[in-house]
């Protein structure tokens, strides 16, 4: 501020048939000084401009060099070397001619400033800050919007830690998948706080106070910022790899003295085959603190064994060669729930199986009551073998229909098949359902939806056991 600040405004007449001139110009002003310190007029014809440089005494004329109508040539020869107290400028659009004073297009507030001998500094122009004190004042943002950031981080991280996002850790695999988790809830926390941390600070500490009408400043790059904004995540995957890499290979340590369970996927159930007991079940029995070597194929097409509670996945491929291995050690009793993590098909919600963590010794004697079961009683063995080979996920036992015919009450029936003959369903009947199904097709079902895969699949007596079984479902 300083002491020569006019009492009145100062006086500009624009001298150009072109409205479009006079508005350039007044936006230059306008936004330097606004409407108290300079005053505008128009005129759009050399009449015009004369009577009102008589009536209004303009402190100033601009005049438009390229506009004919307008003659420039009188300006210069009446005003400027006449003795008259105004100042005319020249100003053109064309940056090349004989008097060209300004070209309009590269015209700043600056030079318009001189031309008004203004010498005071607009009230809503900031003092510009020194250097130092921007730094300082920048560094204490910094401080402040590091302290968000490091208490949302700390309070997320809790957060995410904490609500029980994981369903319990049971195996020796979980923990180490855990661990790594651990590890990307606290990146999570982080650059959420980062990035929403320093926005917010932003938008409160630098918003524009009432009355503030100045752009912000345009800022084109930052070579500094985007190298290590490049560096730091490049760093943090490459980390996150290594980790992965050998966390992996962690869960995959073997123990010789492995459980080993040959588990057989299809549309849509699970089966388990313990080789070393000769025992097939459609739940999953482990001992706890034992590993197991889980041997996976499928029947039909691609599923995924997964036990949340145990973490590790593993897909399970058709095709005898195709055999993978998953280990799981699991380290808490209870009761879990195998799910299929692969979309394959219809039913692929429902293809869950369940899986039974037990003491080694509980264990051991359900190992013996099944093996028992299957060397004495065929019915038990038939009801072994419908349900290992996924019979009982198309078949109902209790009269509802499924995919295909309940097999409740089904034996010594009247069955319609669907070429409208009728047949009593007797061994003859059920044996040759089972292995050729598409001889004869019950009324009402889909014919080629049961698989005639069957006949290689079962031995001739498990088809005896599994019709010795039919027989007793009422
Ligand atoms: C993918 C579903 C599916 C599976 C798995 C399946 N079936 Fe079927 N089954 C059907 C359908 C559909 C029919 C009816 C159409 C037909 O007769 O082919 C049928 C028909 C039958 C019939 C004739 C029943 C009647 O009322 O006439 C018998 C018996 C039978 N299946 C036994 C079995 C046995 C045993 C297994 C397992 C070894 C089995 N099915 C597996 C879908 C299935
Ligand atoms: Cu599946």
């Known amino acids: ?34 409407k108290e310190a300079v005053e505008f007029e128009l005129a759009s014809s050399m009449g015009e401009t004369l009577a009102r440089l008589e009536s209004w005494q303009p402190e100033l004329v601009i005049v438009d060099y390229d ?26 659009l064309q940056a090349s001619g004989a008097v060209v004073v300004y070209d309009r297009r590269t015209l700043t507030p600056a030079q318009a400033e001189d031309w008004l001998n203004l010498p005071w500094q607009p009230e809503s122009q900031p003092e510009i800050p020194s250097r130092s004190s921007q730094m300082k004042g920048s560094a204490k943002h910094f401080i402040f919007a590091g302290l968000v950031v490091a208490a949302s981080t700390a309070l997320i991280y809790l957060l995410l830690t904490n609500i029980g996002i994981l369903p319990v850790e049971a195996s020796v695999q979980a923990a180490t998948i855990d661990r790594l988790f651990n590890v990307h809830w606290f990146m999570i926390a982080l650059l959420f706080s980062l990035i929403v941390g320093f926005m917010v600070y932003s938008l409160v500490v630098f918003r524009s106070k009432p009355g503030e009408k100045q752009e912000g400043a345009y800022i084109k790059g930052n070579n500094r910022l985007e190298v290590i904004w490049t560096i730091i995540p490049l760093g943090t995957v490459i980390a996150f790899s290594f980790f992965g890499a050998r966390n992996l290979a962690e869960t995959r340590t073997a123990d010789p003295q492995a459980l080993n369970v040959k588990v057989t996927a299809f549309q849509w159930g699970w089966s388990f085959e313990y080789p070393d007991f000769g ?114 996920s198309c078949h109902s036992l209790d009269g509802s229909k499924l995919v295909g015919p309940t097999w409740k009450g089904l034996y010594g029936e009247q069955v319609a098949l ?44 498990q088809v005896k056991d599994i019709i010795e079984f039919i027989k007793t479902v009422k």
Not at 310 to 316: H, L, S, T
């Open 279 to 392: 025992v097939t079940s459609r739940d999953l029995y482990l001992p706890v603190d034992r590993q197991v070597l889980l041997s996976l194929t499928s029947r039909d097409v691609i599923h995924s064994f997964w036990v949340p509670e145990f973490r590790v996945k593993q897909d399970a491929l058709p095709g005898a060669n195709l055999v993978k291995q998953l280990r799981i050690t699991p380290t808490r009793t209870g009761d879990y729930q195998v799910l299929c993590a692969e979309l394959c098909g219809g039913s692929h919600a429902y293809m869950t199986a369940p899986v039974h963590v037990v003491a080694k010794a509980d264990f051991e004697s359900w190992i013996a009551e099944q093996v028992g079961a299957t060397l004495t009683d065929p019915v038990a063995r038939g009801e072994k073998w419908a349900q290992t080979n996924g019979c009982t």
């Open 67 to 92: 506009d004919r109508t307008i003659h420039r040539e009188e300006f210069l020869s009446v005003f400027i070397t006449g003795e008259r107290p105004m100042q005319v400028v020249l100003v053109s």
């Open 1 to 34: 501020m300083t002491d020569a600040q006019p009492k009145h405004a100062r006086r500009v007449l624009i001298a150009s048939a072109n409205p479009l001139f006079g508005k350039g110009l007044r936006k230059i002003y306008g936004e330097r000084w606004g």
């Open 418 to 461: 669907a070429d409208g003959t009728t047949v009593t369903a007797d061994d003859a009947y059920l044996t040759k359902s089972i292995l050729d199904p598409n001889a004869q097709v019950s009324k009402g079902f889909p014919p080629n939806v049961m698989p005639s895969t069957y006949g290689s699949l079962l031995t001739p007596d």
